[in-house]
Protein backbone atom coordinates (compact mmCIF):
# COMPACT_ATOMS: atom_id res chain seq x y z
CA UNK A 1 0.00 0.00 0.00
CA UNK A 2 1.69 3.33 -1.16
CA UNK A 3 0.73 6.67 0.44
CA UNK A 4 2.76 9.39 -1.47
CA UNK A 5 5.25 9.31 -4.07
CA UNK A 6 7.06 6.25 -5.99
CA UNK A 7 3.75 3.65 -6.25
CA UNK A 8 5.58 2.86 -9.89
CA UNK A 9 9.14 2.78 -8.67
CA UNK A 10 7.81 -0.23 -6.55
CA UNK A 11 6.61 -2.27 -9.39
CA UNK A 12 10.03 -1.89 -11.31
CA UNK A 13 11.73 -2.92 -7.62
CA UNK A 14 9.72 -6.35 -8.00
CA UNK A 15 6.77 -5.58 -5.89
CA UNK A 16 4.16 -8.28 -6.90
CA UNK A 17 1.29 -5.73 -6.97
CA UNK A 18 0.73 -2.10 -5.88
CA UNK A 19 -1.92 -0.08 -4.19
CA UNK A 20 -1.82 3.55 -4.30
CA UNK A 21 -4.29 5.48 -2.00
CA UNK A 22 -4.34 9.51 -2.30
CA UNK A 23 -7.09 11.88 -1.19
CA UNK A 24 -6.85 13.79 -3.73
CA UNK A 25 -9.14 13.18 -6.83
CA UNK A 26 -6.58 15.03 -9.27
CA UNK A 27 -3.55 13.06 -8.70
CA UNK A 28 -5.62 9.71 -8.65
CA UNK A 29 -6.19 11.37 -11.96
CA UNK A 30 -2.62 11.76 -13.08
CA UNK A 31 -1.56 8.16 -11.71
CA UNK A 32 -4.38 6.44 -13.70
CA UNK A 33 -3.48 8.79 -17.19
CA UNK A 34 0.33 6.96 -16.55
CA UNK A 35 -1.11 3.33 -15.67
CA UNK A 36 -0.65 0.80 -18.41
CA UNK A 37 -2.99 -2.28 -18.52
CA UNK A 38 -1.37 -3.62 -16.24
CA UNK A 39 -3.71 -4.97 -13.18
CA UNK A 40 -0.33 -4.97 -10.87
CA UNK A 41 -1.49 -1.64 -9.42
CA UNK A 42 -4.27 0.14 -8.61
CA UNK A 43 -5.24 3.90 -7.19
CA UNK A 44 -7.48 4.72 -5.08
CA UNK A 45 -8.96 8.13 -3.86
CA UNK A 46 -9.64 7.56 -0.57
CA UNK A 47 -8.53 9.35 3.35
CA UNK A 48 -5.89 7.00 4.84
CA UNK A 49 -7.75 7.44 8.72
CA UNK A 50 -10.51 5.30 7.06
CA UNK A 51 -9.14 3.26 4.09
CA UNK A 52 -9.10 -0.64 3.85
CA UNK A 53 -9.87 -2.88 0.66
CA UNK A 54 -12.17 -5.63 1.50
CA UNK A 55 -10.17 -6.82 4.25
CA UNK A 56 -7.01 -7.51 2.15
CA UNK A 57 -3.84 -7.10 4.41
CA UNK A 58 -0.70 -5.91 3.30
CA UNK A 59 3.50 -6.93 3.44
CA UNK A 60 4.71 -3.22 3.14
CA UNK A 61 3.32 0.15 3.31
CA UNK A 62 4.80 3.71 2.40
CA UNK A 63 3.65 7.01 4.05
CA UNK A 64 6.84 9.59 1.91
CA UNK A 65 5.57 13.07 2.16
CA UNK A 66 1.99 12.58 3.68
CA UNK A 67 1.82 12.38 7.49
CA UNK A 68 2.64 15.61 7.77
CA UNK A 69 -0.40 16.97 5.70
CA UNK A 70 -2.50 15.80 8.39
CA UNK A 71 -2.56 18.79 11.43
CA UNK A 72 -4.48 17.46 14.03
CA UNK A 73 -2.65 15.25 16.57
CA UNK A 74 -5.76 12.56 16.69
CA UNK A 75 -6.43 12.73 13.31
CA UNK A 76 -2.64 11.72 12.69
CA UNK A 77 -2.89 8.77 15.78
CA UNK A 78 -6.04 7.11 13.75
CA UNK A 79 -4.53 7.43 10.25
CA UNK A 80 -1.36 5.67 11.60
CA UNK A 81 -3.38 2.94 13.59
CA UNK A 82 -5.38 2.56 10.09
CA UNK A 83 -2.33 2.00 8.19
CA UNK A 84 -1.40 -0.40 10.78
CA UNK A 85 -4.88 -1.72 10.93
CA UNK A 86 -3.89 -2.64 7.20
CA UNK A 87 -1.00 -4.38 7.36
CA UNK A 88 0.24 -8.54 8.22
CA UNK A 89 1.92 -8.95 11.29
CA UNK A 90 5.69 -8.16 10.33
CA UNK A 91 4.47 -6.04 8.33
CA UNK A 92 6.80 -2.85 7.63
CA UNK A 93 5.57 0.55 7.36
CA UNK A 94 8.62 3.26 5.94
CA UNK A 95 7.77 7.05 5.63
CA UNK A 96 9.66 10.62 5.70
CA UNK A 97 8.64 13.25 7.69
CA UNK A 98 10.38 16.47 8.56
CA UNK A 99 12.77 15.74 11.95
CA UNK A 100 11.09 16.94 14.60
CA UNK A 101 13.53 17.62 16.72
CA UNK A 102 15.19 20.87 18.32
CA UNK A 103 18.06 22.76 16.07
CA UNK A 104 16.69 21.92 12.65
CA UNK A 105 18.14 24.64 9.88
CA UNK A 106 17.08 24.09 6.69
CA UNK A 107 19.58 25.39 4.07
CA UNK A 108 19.64 28.68 1.94
CA UNK A 109 17.80 27.64 -1.49
CA UNK A 110 16.59 24.70 -0.55
CA UNK A 111 13.39 24.66 -2.25
CA UNK A 112 15.61 25.65 -5.30
CA UNK A 113 17.45 22.70 -5.01
CA UNK A 114 15.64 20.23 -3.39
CA UNK A 115 12.25 21.31 -4.57
CA UNK A 116 10.09 22.08 -1.33
CA UNK A 117 11.16 24.26 1.37
CA UNK A 118 9.72 25.27 4.87
CA UNK A 119 8.76 28.89 5.48
CA UNK A 120 10.08 29.17 8.62
CA UNK A 121 11.86 32.32 11.07
CA UNK A 122 15.74 31.12 10.94
CA UNK A 123 16.51 30.58 14.68
CA UNK A 124 13.39 30.06 15.60
CA UNK A 125 12.94 26.95 18.19
CA UNK A 126 10.67 23.96 17.48
CA UNK A 127 7.23 23.67 18.73
CA UNK A 128 5.30 20.28 18.76
CA UNK A 129 2.50 20.64 16.38
CA UNK A 130 3.54 23.99 15.15
CA UNK A 131 1.64 24.71 11.15
CA UNK A 132 4.27 26.05 8.77
CA UNK A 133 4.05 26.91 5.29
CA UNK A 134 5.76 24.83 2.84
CA UNK A 135 6.52 26.09 -1.10
CA UNK A 136 6.99 23.92 -3.86
CA UNK A 137 9.75 24.60 -6.75
CA UNK A 138 9.96 23.76 -10.19
CA UNK A 139 12.75 25.08 -12.36
CA UNK A 140 13.80 27.20 -9.70
CA UNK A 141 10.70 28.82 -9.00
CA UNK A 142 7.76 28.50 -6.61
CA UNK A 143 4.86 26.55 -8.50
CA UNK A 144 2.64 25.91 -5.57
CA UNK A 145 2.36 25.75 -1.74
CA UNK A 146 0.58 23.93 1.52
CA UNK A 147 0.52 23.88 5.05
CA UNK A 148 2.34 21.25 7.26
CA UNK A 149 2.19 20.25 10.76
CA UNK A 150 5.68 19.70 12.61
CA UNK A 151 5.02 16.91 15.28
CA UNK A 152 7.80 15.88 17.27
CA UNK A 153 9.59 12.22 17.00
CA UNK A 154 8.34 11.73 21.10
CA UNK A 155 4.81 12.38 19.45
CA UNK A 156 5.26 9.97 16.74
CA UNK A 157 7.04 6.92 18.37
CA UNK A 158 4.09 6.74 20.99
CA UNK A 159 1.73 7.08 17.93
CA UNK A 160 3.28 4.05 16.41
CA UNK A 161 3.66 2.07 19.52
CA UNK A 162 0.17 2.72 20.37
CA UNK A 163 -0.68 1.37 16.69
CA UNK A 164 0.67 -2.06 17.26
CA UNK A 165 4.23 -1.12 15.81
CA UNK A 166 6.86 -2.66 17.99
CA UNK A 167 10.21 -1.84 16.23
CA UNK A 168 10.93 1.57 15.39
CA UNK A 169 14.05 2.97 13.55
CA UNK A 170 14.84 6.64 12.71
CA UNK A 171 17.06 6.66 9.33
CA UNK A 172 18.98 9.76 9.01
CA UNK A 173 19.34 10.52 5.20
CA UNK A 174 22.65 10.62 3.19
CA UNK A 175 23.70 12.32 -0.20
CA UNK A 176 25.41 10.92 -2.77
CA UNK A 177 28.81 11.92 -3.91
CA UNK A 178 27.11 13.07 -6.91
CA UNK A 179 24.80 14.71 -4.89
CA UNK A 180 27.29 16.55 -3.43
CA UNK A 181 28.99 17.57 -6.33
CA UNK A 182 25.93 19.15 -7.57
CA UNK A 183 24.65 20.25 -4.14
CA UNK A 184 27.47 21.59 -2.52
CA UNK A 185 29.35 20.30 0.87
CA UNK A 186 28.49 23.57 2.83
CA UNK A 187 24.57 22.89 1.69
CA UNK A 188 25.05 19.01 2.66
CA UNK A 189 26.44 19.54 5.86
CA UNK A 190 23.89 21.64 6.86
CA UNK A 191 21.00 19.88 5.41
CA UNK A 192 21.84 16.90 7.69
CA UNK A 193 23.35 18.17 11.20
CA UNK A 194 20.29 17.59 12.10
CA UNK A 195 18.66 16.10 9.48
CA UNK A 196 16.08 18.30 8.12
CA UNK A 197 13.97 15.40 7.07
CA UNK A 198 13.83 12.22 8.61
CA UNK A 199 13.12 8.62 7.68
CA UNK A 200 11.48 5.96 9.91
CA UNK A 201 11.07 2.14 9.78
CA UNK A 202 8.21 0.64 11.90
CA UNK A 203 7.56 -3.24 12.16
CA UNK A 204 4.18 -4.65 13.28
CA UNK A 205 3.98 -7.35 15.62
Not at 8 to 19: E, N, P, Q, T, Y
Not at 109 to 123: D, N, S, T, V, W
Not at 148 to 160: C, T, V
Request: aromatic share 12%.
Amino acid sequence: MILGHYSFDFLRWGAKSVIGVDSSEEMIRICNTKKTDDQLIKFYQADISDYSLDGEKFDVATAFFVLQFIHEKEALRKAIANISENLNSGGVLFGLIPNGVEGVDPPRYMGQKLGAQIQKEPGSGFVDGELVAINFYENGEVCGSATIALHSRNFYEKSFSDAGFVEIEWISPHFTEHARQLLGDTFCHQFLNPPCDIMFKCVKK
